[in-house]
């Protein structure tokens, strides 16, 4: 039996050949180039239309560089001290036991019935929106603040206890709750007794004021100034339920 010798014929690259495989080698060439070449001016477009931090100078000279943000963007944490910061002057006035001697605040009048509220409440109120704002302080009034503390004969402390993460609520706005208590010092309750003060608070970005607050200010001026600063208004505050705390 014989046996032949098979093989494979070999693949010889003809002059003919040479064109074509070069133009494919070039087509495949330019698509790379040209992908490149857009990538490139994507990311040189994002980089030149970024826009640079904003550098702020104070009328007191102080400098300081912010980010851009829109006009109605505010930092979590800063709703949350605002809140806490308005539920404290709000809810805290008259002398607990121990405390300094200090004079009798006789309050702010806010209708024709005379009912008083704190001083401090009747300033900490103008960083409510004007339409709640006088729900609210008829409400403080008559329900939460006791005429006695005009006198001198009781005294309460708010503690705020903790704070929700603001969650947004419309375009800018946001809710956020609060769990507090208020300690309440009368005489017949010296030690203090302790009421729940849970809330849902609504809130809104306002635009700060523009004009510098003037020397001849009292502290709680100057309190209230900061909070309007933070650019943040309180819409509504509803009692938190039970079911809602969770």
């Not at 693949?11 to 790379?32: E, F, K, Y």
């Not at 003037?214 to 039970?242: A, K, M």
Request: no cysteine.
């Amino acid at each position: 039996m014989q046996i032949r010798n098979l093989k494979r014929p070999r693949w010889r690259l003809n002059s003919s050949d040479i064109l074509p495989i070069s133009v494919a080698g070039l087509a495949i060439a330019l698509i790379i180039l040209s992908s490149a070449t857009i990538w490139l001016a994507v990311s040189f477009s994002k980089l030149a239309n970024q826009k640079p931090p904003t550098l702020v100078q104070q009328v007191d000279g102080k400098a300081f560089t912010v980010r851009p943000e829109t006009v109605l963007y505010r930092e979590p944490e800063v709703i949350r001290r605002t809140i806490s910061d308005w539920a404290v002057m709000t809810l805290t006035w008259g002398k607990p036991p121990g405390a300094a001697n200090t004079t009798i605040d006789e309050g702010k009048p806010i209708n024709s019935k005379r009912d008083r509220i704190p001083t401090s409440s009747w300033e900490a109120s103008f960083l409510l929106a004007p339409d709640f704002r006088d729900i609210f302080l008829q409400q403080l009034a008559t329900d939460i603040v006791p005429q006695s503390v005009f006198a001198g004969q009781s005294a309460a402390v708010l503690v705020p206890q903790n704070f929700s993460v603001p969650e947004i609520a419309g375009q800018g706005r946001w809710k956020l709750k609060m769990i507090a208590t208020r300690i309440v010092f009368d005489d017949a309750t010296p030690a203090g007794r302790s009421i729940p003060f849970n809330r849902i608070f609504f809130v809104r970005a306002i635009p700060p004021p523009q004009n510098p607050l003037p020397q001849t200010v009292n502290d709680y001026q100057r309190i209230v100034y900061s909070l309007l600063e933070r650019g943040i208004q309180i819409e509504e505050i509803r009692p938190l339920e039970r079911e809602e705390k969770r």
